[in-house]
């Protein structure tokens, strides 16, 4: 027999599932935190970009690879958007010199239809490229699986 459910078990139940809806942006930093990275062993931009991600609170796991374009073509990165590196951080693709914070901002949003973002070559300035007394301007680009594009970030 089914005992009614009395206010103390419905409080319980409700501070629970509170507590677990506070929790939302923990989990979204606890996603963020695994990353993987993969780069070519000779790229000094890259390893900058994995110091920037670490001084962001990030845990990157870096795997070198000689197969950089076959890696990028099984993850769906388009062409035209294509930089040195690419990383995966939850479901998504990471291309390129992509700050921490929008790395970050993805995954705690989620926007729907999107498989990754990119920061297309090498811009001056970004994570990784910084160069004395230069500084491009930049977007980062969210792509869907189906090649829709959008600016998800102006740097």
Not at 52 to 77: C, E, F, Q, T
Request: proline share 6%.
């Amino acid at each position: 027999m089914n005992d009614p459910i009395n206010r103390r078990t419905m409080l319980a139940a409700l501070l629970k599932a509170g507590a677990l809806v506070a929790g939302l942006p923990t989990l979204a930093r606890a996603e963020a935190s695994s990353i993987t990275v993969y780069k070519d062993p000779s790229c000094g931009c890259c390893t900058k970009w994995v110091e920037h991600l670490r001084a962001a609170g990030l845990k990157p796991v870096v795997h070198d690879r000689n197969d950089m374009d076959a890696l990028k073509d099984s993850l769906g990165v388009p062409s035209a958007l294509r930089a040195c590196h690419t990383a995966v951080a939850g479901k998504y693709v990471i291309e390129g010199h992509v700050p921490a914070a929008d790395l970050t901002r993805l995954l705690a949003t989620k926007p729907k239809g999107v498989l990754g973002l990119a920061v297309p070559d090498m811009p001056a300035g970004s994570p990784g490229m910084e160069m004395s007394g230069r500084r491009d301007a930049y977007d980062v680009v969210a792509f869907s699986a189906n090649g829709k594009t959008s600016v998800f970030a102006r740097h």
